[in-house]
């Protein structure tokens, strides 16, 4: 990865709260061009299709540049203050804010063309809800669809700004197996010494005349 993350992590898909300090550089113009360039560089390969699910969109930093490039972006976030203040602020556009737990999504089987989470995986509260989180965003995409993104590696800085927030890290190094155990196929993983970002894709749907090739054969 080219771009090292240089300002805070974003938000939770999840379970508790962002501090002041934590939540004043999620909204900074520093944040905001490490944001814009990252997800650039993480969308680079990927087409997201007409319905997009964002996982955590916090203040709405990353929802701001997504939207740009997507038909229809759903955002899910479980702050209900962030939520209803991004919710007030693009009212009216292609982006539906909802307030909810991405590990419950009170979605339908395989809604989305596209899933994209930034730097929001380490605030939640433990691994098994990560991995029930991954096992739900496989659920609600179509097969085919990418799930993609960025989270931030464990340093000191990291540390600092989630003094009174939760901080799970996620490594880069097993993630990959993790994605595959929800039912994902890797695509990419690649690292700096900040920040990691992911490709993977729900497995298309193998047709019927692919499924019953092989029943006739001796």
């Known amino acids: ?14 379970m508790g709260s962002m501090n002041l300090l934590h939540l004043y550089l999620c909204r900074s113009a520093c944040w905001k061009k490490t944001i814009t360039q990252r ?21 709405g930093l990353t929802t701001d540049v997504l939207r740009i490039g997507v038909k229809r972006l759903t955002a899910i976030e479980v702050d209900p203050r962030l939520a209803e203040s991004l919710r007030s602020r693009l009212r009216g556009t292609n ?15 395989a809604q989305f063309t596209a899933g994209v989470s930034f730097t929001m995986l380490h605030h939640v509260p433990s691994p098994e809800l990560q991995d029930k989180l991954l096992r739900e965003v496989c659920r ?22 989630h003094i009174g927030d939760t901080l799970v890290p996620v490594s880069p190094d097993t993630f990959g197996k993790r994605l595959e155990a929800a039912g994902f196929e890797v695509l990419e993983i690649a690292k700096d010494s900040r920040a990691f970002l992911f490709r993977a894709r729900r497995p298309a749907a193998r047709s019927n005349s692919s499924v019953n090739s ?4 001796p």
């Open 140 to 161: 609600v995409l179509q097969p085919g669809g990418f799930f993609v993104g960025s989270d931030s590696l464990q340093n000191l800085f990291m540390r600092v700004i």
């Open 39 to 59: 997800v650039s560089q993480v969308l680079a390969d990927s087409d997201l299709g007409p319905n997009v699910l964002e996982i955590g969109p916090g203040p």
């Open 95 to 109: 982006v539906n804010v909802l307030t909810g737990d991405a590990t419950t999504m009170p979605f339908a089987d």
């Open 214 to 217: 092989g029943k006739d054969r």
């Open 1 to 14: 990865m080219r771009n090292v993350q240089k300002c805070a992590g974003q938000s939770l898909p999840g």
